[in-house]
T-cell receptor, first 118, second 110 residues
Framework: GAVVSQHPSWVICKSGTSVKIECRSL??????MFWYRQFPKQSLMLMAT?????????EQGVEKDKFLINHASLTLSTLTVTSAHPEDSSFYIC??????????????FGPGTRLTVL | SQKIEQNSEALNIQEGKTATLTCNYT??????LQWYRQDPGRGPVFLLL?????KEKRKERLKVTFDTTLKQSLFHITASQPADSATYLC?????????FGQGTTLQVKP
């Protein structure tokens, strides 16, 4: 149980295009989903917290107009990187927290999406 | 400033030995701390959670300690195996979100 999937697993795009990444909780409902970014040999950096049906909360320094997050249902959140540039190339990972909503609940992570912008 | 530090160097140990990984933090007051395992090109996998009022937690060959006075957590893997080779991340739980350390890479040699 508690499986989170991401699609696509990798994507290569041209500079200036937009890319959408999907995050799904497959066997549980997630009130809260998180989006992280990880550069090589670095830690996971939280980009935003997404609650179903409400606007995402972005971390300081993350441009909300560039990284659009939608959490339309309890099992799906999407991250759209708009007008992507080479510096946006990174490993994007989502996680989901279970329906109890307890902040102490473990987060279940997706397998990640490798984005390469040419 | 706020900081989370894990062993910066990779940890190389012999199979069967105990691996000990360190997570130190400053200027945080976490309500809980979690440890995750991450393999190359994959998302993290949850291992253990320890709360601020707990000193120690065990799960099979894993043991975590949490000293809020020292602001430190130690993560132990006993009877280590080559399959334990991975990067291990500590994460502080605060205000409903996780703040991750940079991870320690463990290599267990047969």
């Amino acid at each position: 149980g508690a499986v989170v999937s991401q699609h696509p697993s990798w994507v290569i795009c041209k500079s200036g295009t937009s890319v959408k990444i999907e995050c799904r909780s497959l066997d549980f409902q997630a009130t809260t989903m998180f989006w992280y970014r990880q550069f090589p040999k670095q830690s996971l950096m939280l980009m935003a917290t997404s609650n179903e049906g409400s606007k995402a909360t972005y971390e300081q320094g993350v441009e909300k107009d560039k990284f659009l997050i939608n959490h339309a249902s309890l099992t799906l959140s999407t991250l759209t990187v708009t007008s992507a540039h080479p510096e946006d190339s990174s490993f994007y990972i989502c996680s989901a927290r279970g329906l109890t909503g307890s902040p102490r609940d473990e987060q279940f992570f997706g397998p990640g999406t490798r984005l390469t912008v040419l | 400033s706020q900081k989370i530090e894990q062993n910066s160097e990779a940890l190389n140990i012999q199979e069967g030995k105990t691996a000990t990984l360190t997570c130190n933090y400053t200027n945080y007051s976490p309500a809980y701390l979690q440890w995750y395992r991450q393999d190359p090109g994959r998302g993290p996998v949850f291992l253990l959670l320890i709360r601020e009022n707990e000193k120690e937690k065990r799960k099979e060959r894993l043991k975590v300690t949490f000293d809020t006075t020292l602001k430190q957590s130690l993560f132990h893997i006993t009877a280590s195996q080559p399959a334990d080779s991975a990067t291990y991340l500590c994460a502080l739980g605060t205000t409903g979100k996780l703040i991750f350390g940079q991870g320690t890479t463990l290599q267990v040699k047969p």
